[in-house]
């Protein structure tokens, strides 16, 4: 008899692109089988009647560092508390303060929690110019002491690449990250936004498996340039293998941006929140409302959860472990209720979409240990 099993939901499997009935079994933290409803028996049961069963959701930009950052939230409020598994932090923490962040963030949570480590060896500590004193911001050798001894948990490097950041630094942090990614072969997440530099500039420095996190923006510049078509540079680091990231946030999620970018053919690789203190009550909310606005504008439920699924476990290359469904990975799950009916939704720039239907977290399931929500409340 296994230890726990997840019994009459749909199970949402991003891999197959199916969504269908089924039941789910754990045992030691990890999917032990999947079957036919009421196929499998185990001590615990988790009741998921009407609730879409999906991999853990991963939220791939969060700010989880309330201790010692203006912006942080706890991660359990950014995770389990919201419906999702997997936090990633995105920067707040640079090597400076990494044994801090280590044993008191990631430690306690119920969530779990990875990193992006900000280049920056102040992280976002001192405040939000951290790349502004040029070399003496980093610290190469740290960072790269971190990358080599914490690979479970640092998945890579964090860099915001916008002129209210950078000072006169110009482009050598991004060079000095890519440099410093490249000798662990791990992925660089870089914050866009406000130029200089331009975006064009900023693509032409990365490669497969970057990250482009608030490429949706609505801000001058950005996918279109000035121009009504996508920059050149755009399809050319599409082309090279690097990942378009949603990264709401406060200011960097536009509904006319993303309408545009879809209709040339343009869609995120990913679907992250860019959740901190002074978004989460709006314009953000959570993963599932950053999820809901990617179903209003029209794309398929199937590859909306594999926006915060599958393809999140591949850019943290966990993709064995996480954001599946296949027997033998970590039993990581979310619960999620699809409510139909009318919805207006709010982007960063406070521009108002219809949808017809919403994402509402009903709970989640970390390692074979639920936590379910007790709210039912149709909105959030």
């Given at each position: 008899m296994y230890e726990l099993r997840v019994s009459g939901g749909l199970l949402a499997d991003p891999e197959r692109g199916t969504i269908e009935r089924g039941d789910l079994a754990v045992h030691h933290g990890r999917i032990a089988r999947v079957g036919a409803p009421g196929s499998l028996a185990a001590r615990e049961t988790v009741d998921a009647t009407g609730l879409l069963v999906s991999p853990g959701l991963i939220d791939l930009h969060t700010h989880v560092y309330p201790q010692r950052t203006a912006?942080?939230?706890?991660?359990?409020?950014?995770?389990?508390?919201?419906?999702?598994?997997?936090?990633?932090?995105?920067?707040?923490c640079g090597s400076d303060d990494w044994p801090h962040f280590r044993d008191h963030m990631i430690a306690p949570a119920r969530t779990r929690v990875r990193a992006w480590l900000n280049i920056s060896r102040h992280g976002l500590v001192r405040g939000h110019a951290e790349l502004s004193g040029g070399r003496r911001d980093l610290d190469p050798a740290a960072s790269d002491d971190l990358l080599r001894t914490e690979p479970d948990t640092v998945r890579g490097l964090k860099i915001r690449m916008s002129r209210s950041v950078l000072g006169d630094s110009g482009l050598a942090p991004l060079r000095a990250a890519k440099e410093l990614a490249g000798a662990h072969a791990l992925p660089v997440m870089v914050h866009v936004g406000n130029e200089p530099p331009a975006l064009g500039e900023v693509l032409d420095l990365l490669g497969e498996g970057d990250v482009v996190t608030h490429a949706f923006h609505g801000k001058p510049g950005g996918l279109f340039g000035t121009g009504p078509e996508p920059l050149p540079q755009v399809w050319a680091a599409l082309e090279r293998g690097v990942r378009l990231d949603v990264g709401h946030g406060s200011s960097s999620f536009a509904f006319r941006t993303a309408r545009r970018a879809l209709a040339a053919g343009i869609r995120p690789y990913t679907a992250s929140t860019d959740l901190h203190n002074r978004n989460a009550t709006g314009p953000v909310h959570s993963l599932t409302e950053t999820l809901t606005k990617l179903l209003a504008l029209g794309m398929p439920l199937r590859e909306v959860l594999a926006c915060a699924t599958s393809r999140a476990a591949r850019v943290l290359g966990a993709q064995?472990?996480?954001?599946?469904?296949?027997?033998?990975?970590?039993?990581?799950?979310?619960?999620?209720?699809?409510?139909?009916?009318?919805?207006?939704?709010?982007?960063?720039?406070?521009?108002?979409?219809e949808g017809e239907r919403r994402l509402v977290p009903r709970g989640t399931v970390v390692a074979g240990r639920p936590h379910l929500l007790t709210h039912r409340e149709e909105t959030v």
């Amino acid at each position: 008899m296994y230890e726990l099993r997840v019994s009459g939901g749909l199970l949402a499997d991003p891999e197959r692109g199916t969504i269908e009935r089924g039941d789910l079994a754990v045992h030691h933290g990890r999917i032990a089988r999947v079957g036919a409803p009421g196929s499998l028996a185990a001590r615990e049961t988790v009741d998921a009647t009407g609730l879409l069963v999906s991999p853990g959701l991963i939220d791939l930009h969060t700010h989880v560092y309330p201790q010692r950052t203006a912006l942080g939230v706890p991660a359990d409020s950014a995770g389990v508390e919201r419906g999702v598994t997997t936090v990633v932090d995105a920067g707040s923490c640079g090597s400076d303060d990494w044994p801090h962040f280590r044993d008191h963030m990631i430690a306690p949570a119920r969530t779990r929690v990875r990193a992006w480590l900000n280049i920056s060896r102040h992280g976002l500590v001192r405040g939000h110019a951290e790349l502004s004193g040029g070399r003496r911001d980093l610290d190469p050798a740290a960072s790269d002491d971190l990358l080599r001894t914490e690979p479970d948990t640092v998945r890579g490097l964090k860099i915001r690449m916008s002129r209210s950041v950078l000072g006169d630094s110009g482009l050598a942090p991004l060079r000095a990250a890519k440099e410093l990614a490249g000798a662990h072969a791990l992925p660089v997440m870089v914050h866009v936004g406000n130029e200089p530099p331009a975006l064009g500039e900023v693509l032409d420095l990365l490669g497969e498996g970057d990250v482009v996190t608030h490429a949706f923006h609505g801000k001058p510049g950005g996918l279109f340039g000035t121009g009504p078509e996508p920059l050149p540079q755009v399809w050319a680091a599409l082309e090279r293998g690097v990942r378009l990231d949603v990264g709401h946030g406060s200011s960097s999620f536009a509904f006319r941006t993303a309408r545009r970018a879809l209709a040339a053919g343009i869609r995120p690789y990913t679907a992250s929140t860019d959740l901190h203190n002074r978004n989460a009550t709006g314009p953000v909310h959570s993963l599932t409302e950053t999820l809901t606005k990617l179903l209003a504008l029209g794309m398929p439920l199937r590859e909306v959860l594999a926006c915060a699924t599958s393809r999140a476990a591949r850019v943290l290359g966990a993709q064995d472990d996480l954001g599946t469904l296949r027997p033998g990975a970590l039993a990581d799950l979310s619960l999620l209720q699809l409510c139909d009916g009318p919805v207006t939704l709010t982007d960063a720039d406070g521009a108002q979409h219809e949808g017809e239907r919403r994402l509402v977290p009903r709970g989640t399931v970390v390692a074979g240990r639920p936590h379910l929500l007790t709210h039912r409340e149709e909105t959030v």
